[in-house]
Protein backbone atom coordinates (compact mmCIF):
# COMPACT_ATOMS: atom_id res chain seq x y z
CA UNK A 1 0.00 0.00 0.00
CA UNK A 2 0.74 3.78 -0.36
CA UNK A 3 2.69 5.34 2.49
CA UNK A 4 2.70 9.30 2.51
CA UNK A 5 5.50 11.00 4.13
CA UNK A 6 4.71 14.20 5.68
CA UNK A 7 4.58 18.06 4.46
CA UNK A 8 8.12 19.32 3.15
CA UNK A 9 7.83 23.21 2.94
CA UNK A 10 6.99 25.49 5.49
CA UNK A 11 6.80 29.12 3.93
CA UNK A 12 5.79 33.25 5.22
CA UNK A 13 2.50 33.85 5.79
CA UNK A 14 1.13 37.08 4.95
CA UNK A 15 -1.64 36.43 7.44
CA UNK A 16 -0.22 34.14 10.30
CA UNK A 17 0.50 35.41 13.37
CA UNK A 18 2.18 33.18 15.58
CA UNK A 19 3.43 35.27 18.74
CA UNK A 20 7.10 34.48 19.93
CA UNK A 21 10.24 33.43 18.58
CA UNK A 22 9.65 31.55 15.62
CA UNK A 23 11.45 28.46 13.96
CA UNK A 24 12.88 29.21 10.15
CA UNK A 25 11.48 28.12 7.60
CA UNK A 26 11.78 27.62 4.08
CA UNK A 27 9.28 26.87 1.07
CA UNK A 28 11.83 25.68 -1.68
CA UNK A 29 11.04 25.87 -5.28
CA UNK A 30 12.45 24.11 -8.01
CA UNK A 31 13.83 26.76 -9.97
CA UNK A 32 16.85 27.56 -7.75
CA UNK A 33 15.11 30.01 -5.46
CA UNK A 34 13.29 30.10 -1.83
CA UNK A 35 11.06 31.45 0.08
CA UNK A 36 12.07 31.95 3.79
CA UNK A 37 10.75 32.99 7.08
CA UNK A 38 12.94 33.89 9.89
CA UNK A 39 12.86 35.81 13.09
CA UNK A 40 14.98 39.06 14.36
CA UNK A 41 15.10 40.24 18.00
CA UNK A 42 14.48 44.11 17.99
CA UNK A 43 14.17 46.64 20.99
CA UNK A 44 12.89 49.61 19.26
CA UNK A 45 12.13 53.60 20.67
CA UNK A 46 8.93 54.97 19.69
CA UNK A 47 10.12 56.77 16.23
CA UNK A 48 13.10 56.04 13.81
CA UNK A 49 15.41 53.40 14.39
CA UNK A 50 18.82 52.31 13.16
CA UNK A 51 19.04 48.47 13.08
CA UNK A 52 21.39 45.64 11.69
CA UNK A 53 20.41 42.37 10.30
CA UNK A 54 23.15 40.26 9.29
CA UNK A 55 21.34 37.07 9.58
CA UNK A 56 20.06 36.86 5.56
CA UNK A 57 21.51 34.66 2.85
CA UNK A 58 24.46 35.43 0.71
CA UNK A 59 21.81 35.65 -2.53
CA UNK A 60 19.07 37.35 -0.59
CA UNK A 61 16.85 39.37 -3.06
CA UNK A 62 16.88 42.53 -1.23
CA UNK A 63 13.56 44.14 -2.62
CA UNK A 64 11.49 41.37 -1.64
CA UNK A 65 12.15 42.08 2.06
CA UNK A 66 9.16 42.14 4.01
CA UNK A 67 9.26 42.81 7.68
CA UNK A 68 6.43 42.56 10.51
CA UNK A 69 5.31 41.87 14.25
CA UNK A 70 4.06 38.71 14.08
CA UNK A 71 2.01 39.25 17.64
CA UNK A 72 0.42 42.21 15.89
CA UNK A 73 1.37 44.85 18.51
CA UNK A 74 3.81 46.70 16.76
CA UNK A 75 3.35 48.73 13.84
CA UNK A 76 6.85 48.79 12.12
CA UNK A 77 7.77 50.69 8.58
CA UNK A 78 11.57 50.51 7.07
CA UNK A 79 12.17 54.22 6.11
CA UNK A 80 15.02 53.22 4.49
CA UNK A 81 17.38 50.02 3.47
CA UNK A 82 20.85 49.84 2.29
CA UNK A 83 22.30 45.97 2.04
CA UNK A 84 25.96 45.32 1.76
CA UNK A 85 27.17 42.13 0.35
CA UNK A 86 30.58 42.61 -0.06
CA UNK A 87 31.95 40.82 3.15
CA UNK A 88 35.83 41.45 4.07
CA UNK A 89 38.38 39.53 2.41
CA UNK A 90 42.04 39.85 1.80
CA UNK A 91 41.02 41.20 -1.50
CA UNK A 92 39.25 44.20 -0.41
CA UNK A 93 41.39 44.95 2.53
CA UNK A 94 44.30 45.72 0.10
CA UNK A 95 42.09 48.02 -1.81
CA UNK A 96 41.22 49.85 1.46
CA UNK A 97 44.83 50.23 2.22
CA UNK A 98 45.49 51.14 -1.15
CA UNK A 99 48.36 54.25 -1.20
CA UNK A 100 49.81 52.62 2.62
CA UNK A 101 52.41 50.66 3.63
CA UNK A 102 51.83 47.17 5.34
CA UNK A 103 53.51 44.23 6.73
CA UNK A 104 54.21 40.97 4.06
CA UNK A 105 55.35 38.01 5.61
CA UNK A 106 57.51 35.84 3.26
CA UNK A 107 58.45 32.33 5.02
CA UNK A 108 61.98 31.12 3.62
CA UNK A 109 63.47 27.21 4.09
CA UNK A 110 67.65 27.12 4.97
CA UNK A 111 68.59 24.22 6.39
CA UNK A 112 65.59 22.79 7.08
CA UNK A 113 64.69 25.49 8.56
CA UNK A 114 61.79 27.90 8.44
CA UNK A 115 62.20 31.15 8.91
CA UNK A 116 60.04 34.01 8.52
CA UNK A 117 61.01 37.72 7.06
CA UNK A 118 58.96 40.97 7.27
CA UNK A 119 58.82 42.77 3.81
CA UNK A 120 57.32 46.35 4.39
CA UNK A 121 55.10 47.44 0.97
CA UNK A 122 53.07 50.25 -0.19
CA UNK A 123 50.06 48.85 -2.04
CA UNK A 124 49.60 51.23 -5.25
CA UNK A 125 47.15 48.99 -6.53
CA UNK A 126 45.22 45.89 -5.04
CA UNK A 127 43.81 44.25 -7.87
CA UNK A 128 40.40 43.96 -6.17
CA UNK A 129 37.64 44.65 -8.39
CA UNK A 130 33.78 45.30 -6.83
CA UNK A 131 31.99 42.46 -7.98
CA UNK A 132 34.38 39.50 -8.44
CA UNK A 133 37.03 40.80 -10.99
CA UNK A 134 40.44 41.16 -10.52
CA UNK A 135 43.67 42.79 -12.00
CA UNK A 136 46.98 42.02 -11.03
CA UNK A 137 48.32 43.62 -7.56
CA UNK A 138 51.09 46.49 -7.86
CA UNK A 139 53.16 46.79 -4.66
CA UNK A 140 56.27 48.85 -4.32
CA UNK A 141 59.53 47.15 -2.30
CA UNK A 142 62.31 49.25 -1.67
CA UNK A 143 61.44 51.71 -4.23
CA UNK A 144 61.11 49.51 -7.01
CA UNK A 145 57.45 48.29 -8.32
CA UNK A 146 56.30 44.41 -8.34
CA UNK A 147 52.95 42.94 -9.98
CA UNK A 148 52.80 40.41 -7.59
CA UNK A 149 51.95 40.22 -3.20
CA UNK A 150 55.59 39.74 -1.78
CA UNK A 151 53.99 37.82 0.82
CA UNK A 152 50.99 36.99 3.02
CA UNK A 153 49.89 40.52 3.61
CA UNK A 154 49.25 41.45 7.70
CA UNK A 155 46.90 44.15 8.31
CA UNK A 156 46.94 46.18 11.65
CA UNK A 157 43.06 46.66 11.63
CA UNK A 158 39.70 45.65 9.28
CA UNK A 159 39.99 48.80 8.48
CA UNK A 160 36.97 51.81 7.87
CA UNK A 161 33.69 50.60 6.48
CA UNK A 162 34.16 46.65 6.29
CA UNK A 163 31.55 44.15 7.17
CA UNK A 164 31.84 40.37 8.18
CA UNK A 165 29.17 39.04 6.22
CA UNK A 166 26.41 40.11 4.01
CA UNK A 167 24.02 42.56 6.00
CA UNK A 168 21.16 44.72 5.97
CA UNK A 169 21.32 48.56 7.51
CA UNK A 170 17.48 49.69 8.21
CA UNK A 171 15.89 52.69 9.29
CA UNK A 172 13.19 51.41 11.16
CA UNK A 173 10.18 53.52 12.06
CA UNK A 174 7.71 52.12 14.92
CA UNK A 175 4.75 53.28 16.72
CA UNK A 176 5.93 52.37 20.00
CA UNK A 177 8.61 51.22 22.62
CA UNK A 178 9.27 47.84 22.88
CA UNK A 179 11.24 44.50 22.73
CA UNK A 180 10.36 41.68 20.73
CA UNK A 181 10.79 38.86 17.98
CA UNK A 182 9.54 40.50 14.95
CA UNK A 183 9.31 38.40 11.43
CA UNK A 184 11.16 38.69 8.34
CA UNK A 185 10.37 37.33 4.77
CA UNK A 186 12.29 37.13 1.64
CA UNK A 187 13.46 35.43 -1.77
CA UNK A 188 16.55 34.01 -1.77
CA UNK A 189 18.65 31.92 -4.53
CA UNK A 190 21.20 29.64 -3.93
CA UNK A 191 18.22 26.56 -3.19
CA UNK A 192 16.69 23.94 -5.26
CA UNK A 193 15.23 20.37 -4.75
CA UNK A 194 14.34 17.65 -7.35
CA UNK A 195 12.10 14.28 -6.94
CA UNK A 196 13.84 10.56 -8.30
CA UNK A 197 11.70 7.25 -7.99
CA UNK A 198 13.13 4.10 -7.62
CA UNK A 199 10.76 1.33 -8.67
CA UNK A 200 11.71 -2.57 -8.29
CA UNK A 201 9.75 -5.80 -10.09
CA UNK A 202 10.27 -8.93 -9.59
CA UNK A 203 12.20 -11.54 -12.03
CA UNK A 204 8.64 -12.16 -13.75
CA UNK A 205 5.50 -9.86 -13.99
CA UNK A 206 4.14 -6.35 -14.42
CA UNK A 207 4.08 -5.17 -10.64
CA UNK A 208 6.61 -2.78 -9.09
CA UNK A 209 7.28 -1.26 -5.79
CA UNK A 210 8.16 2.22 -5.62
CA UNK A 211 9.74 4.23 -3.14
CA UNK A 212 10.03 8.10 -3.52
CA UNK A 213 12.86 10.18 -2.55
CA UNK A 214 12.91 14.29 -2.05
CA UNK A 215 16.51 16.12 -2.79
CA UNK A 216 16.79 19.56 -1.33
CA UNK A 217 20.18 21.41 -1.86
CA UNK A 218 21.34 24.53 -0.20
CA UNK A 219 23.74 26.67 -1.37
CA UNK A 220 22.54 29.79 -0.62
CA UNK A 221 25.58 30.65 2.37
CA UNK A 222 23.79 30.25 5.38
CA UNK A 223 22.47 27.29 7.45
CA UNK A 224 19.26 27.03 8.53
CA UNK A 225 18.60 25.23 12.25
CA UNK A 226 15.76 23.46 12.82
CA UNK A 227 13.93 24.78 10.12
CA UNK A 228 10.32 23.77 8.65
CA UNK A 229 10.83 23.08 5.15
CA UNK A 230 8.21 22.62 2.75
CA UNK A 231 8.80 22.55 -1.50
CA UNK A 232 6.61 23.57 -4.10
CA UNK A 233 6.14 21.37 -7.09
CA UNK A 234 4.53 23.58 -10.51
CA UNK A 235 5.97 25.74 -12.93
CA UNK A 236 5.85 29.28 -11.13
CA UNK A 237 6.32 31.99 -13.27
CA UNK A 238 9.82 34.24 -12.39
CA UNK A 239 11.35 37.01 -14.44
CA UNK A 240 14.86 36.66 -15.28
CA UNK A 241 16.72 39.31 -15.56
CA UNK A 242 19.56 40.20 -18.62
CA UNK A 243 22.37 39.53 -15.90
CA UNK A 244 21.37 37.04 -12.83
CA UNK A 245 23.51 37.37 -9.79
CA UNK A 246 24.17 33.66 -8.77
CA UNK A 247 21.51 32.12 -11.21
CA UNK A 248 18.76 34.31 -8.96
CA UNK A 249 15.51 35.23 -10.53
CA UNK A 250 13.04 38.13 -9.64
CA UNK A 251 9.23 36.26 -8.39
CA UNK A 252 6.68 37.41 -10.33
CA UNK A 253 4.90 37.25 -7.23
CA UNK A 254 6.04 36.39 -3.22
CA UNK A 255 2.89 33.69 -1.58
CA UNK A 256 3.31 34.10 2.18
CA UNK A 257 1.95 29.88 3.16
CA UNK A 258 1.63 29.00 6.28
CA UNK A 259 -2.01 13.54 9.22
CA UNK A 260 -0.70 10.95 10.69
CA UNK A 261 1.49 8.69 9.32
CA UNK A 262 4.48 6.70 10.43
CA UNK A 263 7.31 9.14 10.93
CA UNK A 264 9.25 10.58 8.70
CA UNK A 265 6.22 11.62 7.04
CA UNK A 266 5.66 14.10 4.11
CA UNK A 267 2.48 15.13 3.47
CA UNK A 268 1.16 16.18 0.29
CA UNK A 269 -1.79 19.08 -0.63
CA UNK A 270 -2.59 21.32 -3.85
CA UNK A 271 -2.26 24.48 -2.65
CA UNK A 272 -3.38 27.65 -5.48
CA UNK A 273 -2.17 25.59 -9.18
CA UNK A 274 0.88 24.05 -7.55
CA UNK A 275 1.01 21.19 -4.83
CA UNK A 276 2.91 21.86 -1.55
CA UNK A 277 5.22 18.77 0.25
CA UNK A 278 5.99 19.72 3.50
CA UNK A 279 8.06 17.46 6.01
CA UNK A 280 6.68 16.80 9.16
CA UNK A 281 9.52 17.28 11.92
CA UNK A 282 12.41 20.58 11.86
CA UNK A 283 15.19 19.78 10.25
CA UNK A 284 18.98 21.64 10.11
CA UNK A 285 19.49 22.20 6.42
CA UNK A 286 23.92 23.72 6.32
CA UNK A 287 24.70 25.49 3.58
CA UNK A 288 26.39 23.54 0.70
CA UNK A 289 24.73 20.29 2.29
CA UNK A 290 22.44 17.75 -0.36
CA UNK A 291 19.13 16.43 1.85
CA UNK A 292 17.28 13.68 1.06
CA UNK A 293 13.95 12.21 2.50
CA UNK A 294 11.56 9.37 1.46
CA UNK A 295 8.40 11.11 0.74
CA UNK A 296 6.29 8.37 -0.98
CA UNK A 297 6.46 4.53 -0.87
CA UNK A 298 3.63 2.05 -2.73
CA UNK A 299 3.71 -1.60 -3.35
CA UNK A 300 2.78 -3.80 -6.30
CA UNK A 301 1.46 -0.78 -8.72
CA UNK A 302 0.66 -2.33 -11.93
CA UNK A 303 3.66 -1.19 -14.80
CA UNK A 304 3.58 -3.46 -17.87
CA UNK A 305 5.91 -3.30 -20.50
CA UNK A 306 4.92 -2.19 -23.47
CA UNK A 307 6.64 -2.88 -26.92
CA UNK A 308 6.73 -0.48 -29.58
CA UNK A 309 8.01 -0.64 -32.83
CA UNK A 310 8.01 3.05 -34.74
CA UNK A 311 9.75 2.35 -37.87
CA UNK A 312 9.35 5.68 -39.26
CA UNK A 313 9.57 7.71 -36.21
CA UNK A 314 10.89 11.57 -36.56
CA UNK A 315 9.22 11.97 -39.45
CA UNK A 316 6.36 14.82 -39.98
CA UNK A 317 3.35 16.26 -41.61
CA UNK A 318 4.55 19.29 -43.52
CA UNK A 319 2.33 19.00 -46.24
CA UNK A 320 1.81 17.28 -49.63
CA UNK A 321 5.11 14.67 -50.48
CA UNK A 322 5.74 12.67 -53.31
CA UNK A 323 8.79 11.97 -52.92
CA UNK A 324 8.96 7.92 -52.92
CA UNK A 325 11.86 7.82 -50.60
CA UNK A 326 9.98 9.84 -47.89
CA UNK A 327 9.54 7.65 -44.47
CA UNK A 328 11.97 5.02 -44.88
CA UNK A 329 14.22 4.10 -42.56
CA UNK A 330 16.03 0.85 -41.79
CA UNK A 331 15.79 0.80 -37.87
CA UNK A 332 14.97 -2.82 -35.86
CA UNK A 333 14.51 -1.15 -32.83
CA UNK A 334 12.05 -2.11 -31.19
CA UNK A 335 10.96 0.69 -27.56
CA UNK A 336 10.69 -1.17 -24.03
CA UNK A 337 8.40 1.02 -22.08
CA UNK A 338 6.78 1.09 -19.07
CA UNK A 339 3.58 2.57 -17.96
CA UNK A 340 1.21 2.66 -15.14
CA UNK A 341 -1.79 4.79 -13.63
CA UNK A 342 -1.34 7.24 -10.88
CA UNK A 343 -4.71 6.24 -9.40
CA UNK A 344 -5.62 5.37 -5.73
CA UNK A 345 -6.73 2.29 -7.51
CA UNK A 346 -2.85 1.44 -8.46
CA UNK A 347 -1.72 1.92 -4.64
CA UNK A 348 -1.07 5.55 -5.85
CA UNK A 349 -3.22 8.69 -5.87
CA UNK A 350 -0.75 11.78 -4.95
CA UNK A 351 0.39 14.19 -7.36
CA UNK A 352 4.30 13.22 -8.00
CA UNK A 353 6.64 15.90 -8.95
CA UNK A 354 8.51 15.99 -11.29
CA UNK A 355 12.05 13.97 -11.60
CA UNK A 356 13.66 10.48 -12.24
CA UNK A 357 12.74 7.17 -12.91
CA UNK A 358 15.07 4.07 -12.17
CA UNK A 359 13.67 0.95 -12.97
CA UNK A 360 14.79 -2.28 -11.52
CA UNK A 361 14.07 -5.97 -11.85
CA UNK A 362 15.36 -8.75 -9.38
CA UNK A 363 17.25 -11.66 -11.19
CA UNK A 364 16.82 -15.82 -10.45
CA UNK A 365 19.04 -14.77 -7.03
CA UNK A 366 17.43 -11.87 -6.12
CA UNK A 367 19.80 -9.36 -6.99
CA UNK A 368 18.53 -6.10 -8.35
CA UNK A 369 19.76 -5.24 -11.46
CA UNK A 370 19.07 -1.53 -13.74
CA UNK A 371 17.54 -2.10 -16.40
CA UNK A 372 16.49 1.27 -17.50
CA UNK A 373 15.52 5.20 -16.53
CA UNK A 374 13.72 7.93 -18.00
CA UNK A 375 12.12 11.53 -16.66
CA UNK A 376 8.74 12.18 -15.95
CA UNK A 377 6.65 15.56 -15.81
CA UNK A 378 4.35 16.93 -13.06
CA UNK A 379 2.18 14.28 -13.01
CA UNK A 380 -1.51 15.08 -11.53
CA UNK A 381 -2.96 11.82 -9.62
CA UNK A 382 -5.16 9.96 -12.16
CA UNK A 383 -2.88 10.63 -15.12
CA UNK A 384 -0.82 8.06 -16.76
CA UNK A 385 3.13 7.82 -16.74
CA UNK A 386 4.72 6.14 -19.36
CA UNK A 387 8.48 6.23 -20.36
CA UNK A 388 11.22 4.14 -22.74
CA UNK A 389 13.34 2.26 -20.56
CA UNK A 390 15.64 1.30 -23.83
CA UNK A 391 14.99 -0.84 -27.12
CA UNK A 392 14.12 -4.92 -26.98
CA UNK A 393 17.33 -7.14 -27.11
CA UNK A 394 15.55 -10.12 -28.21
CA UNK A 395 12.13 -8.42 -30.81
CA UNK A 396 13.63 -7.45 -34.28
CA UNK A 397 11.38 -4.99 -36.17
CA UNK A 398 11.80 -4.85 -40.23
CA UNK A 399 9.78 -2.42 -42.11
CA UNK A 400 9.82 -2.58 -46.18
CA UNK A 401 8.18 0.08 -48.92
CA UNK A 402 6.30 -2.95 -51.58
CA UNK A 403 4.28 -0.77 -53.57
CA UNK A 404 4.41 2.64 -54.75
CA UNK A 405 2.18 4.93 -57.15
CA UNK A 406 1.86 8.80 -57.69
CA UNK A 407 -0.81 9.98 -60.05
CA UNK A 408 -0.03 13.49 -60.86
CA UNK A 409 -2.55 14.17 -63.29
CA UNK A 410 -5.74 12.63 -60.88
CA UNK A 411 -4.15 13.41 -57.77
CA UNK A 412 -3.73 10.54 -55.65
CA UNK A 413 -1.08 8.33 -54.19
CA UNK A 414 -1.02 4.72 -53.20
CA UNK A 415 1.57 2.94 -51.17
CA UNK A 416 2.31 -0.72 -49.59
CA UNK A 417 4.24 -1.63 -46.60
CA UNK A 418 5.60 -4.77 -45.35
CA UNK A 419 6.25 -4.94 -41.85
CA UNK A 420 8.03 -7.96 -40.03
CA UNK A 421 7.95 -8.86 -36.28
CA UNK A 422 10.13 -11.25 -34.48
CA UNK A 423 9.99 -12.67 -30.98
CA UNK A 424 13.05 -14.34 -30.23
CA UNK A 425 12.15 -15.02 -26.53
CA UNK A 426 12.45 -18.43 -25.51
CA UNK A 427 9.53 -18.65 -23.16
CA UNK A 428 7.55 -15.45 -23.30
CA UNK A 429 5.01 -14.78 -25.39
CA UNK A 430 4.40 -10.67 -26.31
CA UNK A 431 2.84 -8.00 -27.60
CA UNK A 432 4.25 -5.27 -29.98
CA UNK A 433 2.32 -2.41 -31.19
CA UNK A 434 3.35 -1.04 -34.90
CA UNK A 435 3.20 2.78 -35.14
CA UNK A 436 2.59 4.22 -38.84
CA UNK A 437 2.87 7.84 -39.63
CA UNK A 438 0.53 8.73 -42.69
CA UNK A 439 2.50 11.86 -43.50
CA UNK A 440 2.44 11.89 -47.59
CA UNK A 441 -1.29 14.00 -47.18
CA UNK A 442 -4.26 14.97 -45.02
CA UNK A 443 -6.57 13.07 -46.56
CA UNK A 444 -5.68 9.47 -46.46
CA UNK A 445 -7.45 6.14 -46.34
CA UNK A 446 -6.28 2.17 -45.49
CA UNK A 447 -7.55 -0.16 -48.62
CA UNK A 448 -5.84 -3.19 -47.41
CA UNK A 449 -4.70 -4.42 -44.07
CA UNK A 450 -3.86 -7.72 -42.88
CA UNK A 451 -4.39 -7.02 -39.24
CA UNK A 452 -6.84 -4.29 -37.50
CA UNK A 453 -5.82 -0.98 -36.50
CA UNK A 454 -6.61 1.94 -34.07
CA UNK A 455 -6.73 5.54 -35.34
CA UNK A 456 -3.93 7.13 -32.65
CA UNK A 457 -4.84 10.77 -34.51
CA UNK A 458 -5.48 12.61 -37.38
CA UNK A 459 -1.85 11.30 -38.91
CA UNK A 460 -1.11 8.34 -36.98
CA UNK A 461 -2.26 4.10 -36.93
CA UNK A 462 -1.74 1.63 -34.31
CA UNK A 463 -1.71 -2.14 -35.13
CA UNK A 464 -1.12 -4.36 -32.10
CA UNK A 465 0.20 -7.53 -32.78
CA UNK A 466 0.43 -10.65 -29.86
CA UNK A 467 3.49 -12.77 -31.29
CA UNK A 468 4.16 -16.54 -29.66
CA UNK A 469 7.82 -17.32 -28.45
CA UNK A 470 10.48 -17.30 -31.18
CA UNK A 471 7.36 -16.32 -33.89
CA UNK A 472 7.55 -14.71 -37.06
CA UNK A 473 4.71 -12.30 -37.95
CA UNK A 474 4.31 -9.94 -40.52
CA UNK A 475 2.02 -6.80 -40.96
CA UNK A 476 1.06 -5.59 -44.18
CA UNK A 477 -1.27 -2.22 -45.35
CA UNK A 478 -1.83 0.02 -48.38
CA UNK A 479 -2.78 3.50 -47.75
CA UNK A 480 -4.26 5.65 -50.34
CA UNK A 481 -3.82 9.38 -51.00
CA UNK A 482 -5.57 11.61 -52.59
CA UNK A 483 -6.40 16.10 -52.73
Do not use: C
Not at 174 to 188: I, N, P
Request: hydrophobic share 40%; no cysteine; proline share 4%.
Amino acid sequence: MKKLIVPLLAIIVAASALPGRAEPALTIYNQNFAVVRDSVPLDLKAGANAVRYAGATAQVEPDSVILRDPAGKHSLQILEQNYRNDPVSQDLLLSLFEGKTVDFEKVRMKDNTQTRELIPGKIIRSGYIPGGGSQQPIIEVNGKLQFFLPGQPLFASLGDDTILKPAFNWLLQSDKSGKFEAEVGYVTGGFDWSASYNLVSPEKGDYVDIVGWITMNNNSGKTFENAKIKLLAGDVNKIQPAKAFGGMMRAKAMNYLASDAAAPAVTEKAFDEFHLYSIGRATTLHDRETKQVEFVHAEKIYAPTIYIYDGAEGYRFYGLNNDRNYGQSDSKKIIVQREFVNAETNQLGIALPAGKLRFYRRDADSQLQFVGENTIDHTPRNETVRVTTGNAFDLVGERKQLDFYFDKADKWMDESFDIKLRNRKKDMAVEIRVVEHLYRWSNWKITQKSDNFAKKDSQTIEFRVLLKPDEERTVNYTVHYSW
